[in-house]
């Protein structure tokens, strides 16, 4: 079995920064891509940002400059550091990851829980 566990979330005023935090626990034999979602009330979850095994990464139009994303493969975590922070980016923001259980296995993709974001003064 595998767990994702964020944390980082809160509330933040405009301009503030935050850094997310998604730690990958259980059977876990490797780790592929990494990345972060998010999802506004009202609206469908969209891309933030991704990085690869090898630390490649990729952001959306809206978050470029602003956020970076990270990983540590020895702890199986990765990172969002949060900075600018806009009203607009206040959403649930979730941490996936694909994640081989053993040399057998394909790999799965894996949801955390969500944390929240909110940026307001």
């Known amino acids: 079995q595998v767990q994702l566990v964020e944390s980082g979330g809160g509330l933040v005023q405009p301009g503030g920064s935050l850094r997310l935090s998604c730690a990958a626990s259980?059977?876990?034999?490797?780790?592929?891509?990494m990345g972060w979602y998010r999802q506004a009330p009202g609206k469908q979850r969209e891309l933030v940002a991704t990085?690869?095994?090898?630390?490649?990464?990729n952001y959306a139009d809206f978050v470029k400059g602003r956020f970076t994303i990270s990983r540590d493969n020895a702890k199986n975590t990765v990172y969002l550091q949060m900075n600018s922070l806009k009203p607009e980016d206040t959403a649930v923001y979730y941490c996936?990851?694909?994640?081989?259980?053993?040399?057998?296995?394909?790999?799965?993709?894996?949801w955390g829980q969500g944390t929240q974001v909110t940026v307001s003064s």
């Open positions: 259980g059977s876990i034999f490797n780790i592929d891509a």
């Open positions: 996936q990851t694909d994640i081989q259980r053993s040399i057998s296995y394909p790999y799965q993709r894996y």
């Open positions: 990085i690869s095994s090898v630390g490649a990464t």
